[in-house]
């Protein structure tokens, strides 16, 4: 055997081992009302880049929370600003990788079968319950009831909410007519052919709806970061505006 078989057999052995990069498996934890568009844009980077997307969908405030006590997620994604801002301060996000996604509107829902109407003389007719998330923890609740009380009419809701866990289980609650109204974002509404928007939320009337995106401090591998990334090219971003989501200048 020649003197460098040795070497030759060492470098397509090294070369082997190199191959393409290696598939990663990137858990990502998003607020519930991403679901249906988020959903479709990791598919997408599944099917560019090879790696594995595992999604866990539920209120901010659960998931913000399970990250706190050092759940394995690679991304987060929150509904609104406050929770994203919890966890940074406690160090538990990468607080340079942070990024506003996307925004929403928040709208009064019903049934189907029901019309477009002006928002406070519709609560006030209203004599059943009226589906919200949490209003003390969840981001779909919360901003409800800082706009129902700017608008002078929590006192009209509060006796009546139905308080779920996330915001998708509010809208299934008026979906399965549990309850004649409900209070979501628009792109859930969109999701949802049982329900119709009755009423949209002047965007005045609370703060804005933003969606903002990080890396997960001690978990921030080069696979979640590529998919952060591709959250923001105009495809995913393309995807994201088709459900209702609106794009926020970063």
């Excluded at 696979?223 to 970063?250: M, T």
Aim: with cysteine; proline share 6%.
């Amino acid at each position: 055997m020649p003197a460098f078989a040795p070497l030759i057999h060492v470098a397509l052995c090294a070369l082997l081992m190199a191959g393409p990069a290696a598939a990663d498996r990137i858990t990502v934890f998003a607020a519930a009302s991403l679901k249906t568009a988020l959903d479709e844009a990791t598919a997408g980077f599944e099917a560019e880049t090879g790696h594995e997307v595992l999604v866990s969908f539920a209120g901010s405030s659960v998931l913000a929370r399970q990250i706190g006590l050092g759940a394995p997620a690679n991304l987060f994604i929150s509904a609104n600003e406050e929770w994203m801002d919890s966890l940074e301060a406690q160090g538990h996000i990468i607080a340079t990788s942070r990024r506003n996604l996307l925004s929403n509107r928040l709208v009064l829902v019903g049934s189907a079968r029901q019309k477009p109407a002006e928002l406070a003389p519709v609560l006030a007719r209203n004599t059943g319950r009226v589906a919200m998330a949490l209003v003390d923890a969840v981001p779909a609740g919360i901003y409800g009831k800082v706009a129902l009380t700017n608008l002078g009419l929590w006192s009209l809701v509060e006796p009546r909410a139905a308080q779920t866990d996330n915001v998708r289980a509010a809208l299934a609650l008026v979906a399965t007519g549990a309850t004649p109204l409900g209070i979501v974002y628009a792109t859930d509404a969109l999701a949802e052919p049982q329900v119709s928007v009755i009423a949209t939320f002047p965007e005045n009337s609370h703060p804005p709806i933003r969606y903002p995106a990080a890396l997960v401090t001690g978990r921030g591998t080069e696979a979640a970061r590529d998919l952060l990334n591709y959250l923001f090219n105009p495809e995913a971003q393309a995807v994201f505006v088709r459900y209702g989501f609106l794009p926020v200048e970063n």
